[in-house]
């Protein structure tokens, strides 16, 4: 662990913040290497709600979460605020172990659209049945993908 690391272990990560399944991590300014140490706790396979909004993961923190084997149960992501460009996006699409990531949050990123392309042509997430890029633009697969822009 560098001194650059807030927190000495998962335990300090998830203290006062899992309630039940839910892991929520929202604000607290994680950087790839403090949530490489999520990642790396087996303890993430409880978890199936994980909120990440507003950290500081950018497309390296995100390719490792989805290489991460312990996120397996997570059904709703949240990273909303993380500095994600298309390429975030392409890393998750190609995730092999959120098989039951049903829905994904991703305001605020800085998402052209390539990477939503490659969401909705993933082959791994096949449980994916909504994503919302920003308040205006929420895509959900009903007989293939679709968006209704807001009014």
């Not at 006062?16 to 790839?32: A, F, H, I, V, Y």
């Not at 990531?101 to 096949?126: D, P």
């Not at 890029?133 to 968006?147: L, N």
Request: glycine letters at 8%; a positive charge.
């Amino acid at each position: 662990m560098s001194e650059n690391c807030r927190f000495e272990n998962v335990a300090a990560i998830f203290a006062g913040r899992l309630r039940g399944n839910q892991l929520m991590l929202s604000g607290k300014g994680l950087t790839p290497e403090e949530a490489r140490i999520l990642w790396r706790s087996p303890r993430m396979q409880e978890v199936s709600w994980l909120d990440l909004d507003d950290n500081n993961l950018g497309d390296k923190g995100v390719a490792e979460l989805a290489e991460c084997t312990f996120l397996k149960n997570v059904q709703y992501l949240n990273l909303n605020r993380n500095n994600l460009s298309d390429a975030g996006l392409k890393f998750l699409a190609d995730a092999k172990h959120l098989g039951k990531l049903k829905r994904l949050h991703l305001k605020g990123n800085a998402i052209a659209g390539e990477g939503a392309i490659a969401l909705f042509n993933s082959a791994t997430l096949v449980n994916l049945s909504t994503f919302q890029v920003s308040d205006d633009w929420t895509c959900k697969r009903r007989e293939g993908w679709r968006y209704k822009p807001r009014a």
